[in-house]
């Protein structure tokens, strides 16, 4: 394994600081000793074909899984350490944009926006939010569907939403699980090109899980390759698939022909 | 002998899993009540959930209780007629209705109506990972979706039960009036004589106590959905069975404690 990369990182600077790490389902070891750690300010991309284990690594990130063994550090607090309160405290300031957009479909595109913002800021007046929730969606470039239903959006549209929703609590950290997977090309770009502008917008953090070589390589300062649970190499894109190693060459070949 | 060692890992394992499930279920049912009494209580929510579960319930409770009514009466009458005795049909009607029949109609299609619409949204918000969503925005799930829908059924299903007993009374007095001559005030007279308030109260306690197990089984089943779209229907018809089962194992339980306090 050579993520010495990971490892030579002023931990002062980091939002998320990952040690040791294991995560396994009945049998099958998913997570087998994962150590990295996510700088301020920084874009960090994590490839892996499906199965990797990159959901997993993202769920326990947010407390949704707890490990079986290791350290999760985000902005300086132990997650699995923490009761329901200071959980919920911590995920106000870490965003999350899911695969499937996961957006409330018996709500508007209004109403799923304000819905966090209203629950978790509860002194907040109609028109306070109304206009942090057209604020957010001009950002995501969807000012006009504000009152339209999830199943009336495209894939498309539905990721924007997402990451509108996401950005709607204004989090020191956004975690963006599989941001382009089942959209096509330019609708890729679009998204590719959203996540680096509200990086830059919100001065956050990104960790972005994904198969898509090219959406790590245009949003990734650093990416890390996962293979079967544990890091193959890490470092710049170019530093990653300069390797000799098979399975990366496998997976830039694969995502080169795709 | 490896195949028998099998069937006895396999029934060894089938055993462990019920343990299991009914571990959860306990651990669930524990939980609403440690959410159910903290802030915030969501009341919005709950009056939402309370419209939702009376819109749904309330046409096919309307027909029902009234063609219940009824019929039961329509039954009834001959039995009564060979001994005379059909000036007590307002009597029977009225005990039949507010013991026992207002209450478990209104659960029972409840339990198919409301059960299973929670058991399928809360599978389909799940496996969808719109549960997830709420959790990683800081909002409590458990307690925003499944507090307010059991509190909104255990509200809902007894105003519903003493509606459904109201129509059915209906149904029966329209029975009654269209063979005899006899005013609604006689018949109501008639029918509330042999009510005791042990009757009202068991009535509504069954209420409060289906509306619960309703509200209860439809979320477990739906907030534990998985495999996708096959496991929402899973979820929703699950909900209605074990809810079903469970209403009648009520029922045998609390008419028999009521019988002990009427004869004690």
């Not at chain 2, 719109?130 to 979706?145: C, G, H, R, T, W």
């Not at chain 2, 409060?208 to 929402?232: E, L, P, S, W």
Request: net charge neutral; aromatic share 10%; proline share 2%.
């Amino acid at each position: 394994m050579e993520n010495t990369e990971l490892h030579t990182i002023n931990k002062d600077e980091s939002v998320i600081s990952i040690t040791g790490l294991y995560k396994s389902f009945d049998d099958v070891q998913v997570l087998d000793g994962i150590d990295f750690t996510l700088l301020k300010g920084e874009n960090f991309a994590i490839l892996g074909k499906s199965g990797s284990g990159k959901s997993v690594l993202i769920k326990i990130i947010v407390g949704l899984l707890k490990p079986d063994k290791g350290e999760v550090i985000v902005l300086g607090q132990q997650v699995d350490k923490l009761n329901r309160k200071e959980l919920d405290a911590l995920r106000i300031r870490v965003g999350f944009s899911f695969q499937s957009s996961a957006l409330y479909d018996s709500m508007n595109v209004y109403q799923n926006l304000a819905f966090p913002l209203t629950m978790n800021y509860r002194d907040l007046s109609k028109k306070e939010v109304g206009n942090a929730v057209e604020e957010v969606l001009e950002s995501v470039g969807l000012k006009e569907k504000l009152y339209q239903m999830p199943s009336d959006l495209s894939g498309g549209q539905r990721k924007r939403v997402g990451i509108a929703r996401m950005l709607i609590l204004k989090p020191e950290i956004m975690l963006f699980d599989e941001p382009t997977a089942g959209l096509d090309p330019i609708t890729s770009n679009e998204i590719i090109e959203l996540i680096n502008e509200v990086k830059k917008q919100n001065n956050a953090s990104s960790l972005i899980i994904t198969h898509d070589l090219t959406c790590a390589k245009n949003t990734g300062d650093r990416i890390a390759m996962l293979f079967e649970g544990k890091f193959l190499k890490a470092g710049t894109f170019k530093d990653v698939f300069a390797m000799d190693n098979e399975h990366i060459k496998g997976f830039y070949n694969y995502n080169f022909i795709q | 002998m490896d195949n028998s060692n099998n069937k006895k890992l396999l029934f060894s394992k089938g055993i462990d899993n019920a343990f299991i499930s009914v571990s959860k279920a306990f651990r669930f049912t524990a939980l609403f009540f440690k959410e159910a009494f903290k802030r915030p209580f969501h009341l919005r929510e709950i009056f939402n959930q309370c419209f939702e579960i009376g819109i749904k319930a309330l046409p096919l409770i309307t027909l029902t209780g009234f063609v219940v009514g009824m019929v039961f009466t329509k039954q009834s009458r001959p039995s009564l007629e060979e001994f005379g005795a059909t000036s007590w049909l307002p009597s029977l009607m009225g005990i039949a209705i507010v013991r026992a029949l207002g209450a478990l109609v209104t659960a029972l299609i409840c339990a198919g109506k409301v059960g299973s619409g929670i058991g399928a949204e809360l599978g389909s918000m799940n496996v969808t990972e719109q549960i997830d969503a709420m959790e990683v925005s800081a909002i409590n799930p458990f307690k925003y979706l499944v507090v307010t829908r059991v509190t909104a059924t255990t509200i809902t299903i007894p105003v519903l039960a003493l509606y459904c007993s109201f129509l059915g009374l209906l149904g029966a007095y329209v029975n009654v009036h269209s063979v005899e001559a006899i005013s609604i005030v006689t018949f109501c007279q008639n029918a509330f004589s042999s009510i005791r308030f042990l009757d009202i109260f068991s009535s509504l306690f069954k209420s409060i106590v289906y509306g619960f197990t309703i509200g209860i089984v439809g979320c477990y089943m739906g907030y534990n959905a998985t495999q996708g779209t096959r496991g929402v229907g899973k979820a929703a018809n699950r909900a209605v069975v074990l809810s079903i089962f469970l209403i009648f194992i009520e029922e045998i339980v609390i008419v028999q404690v009521t019988n002990w306090i009427r004869y004690f």
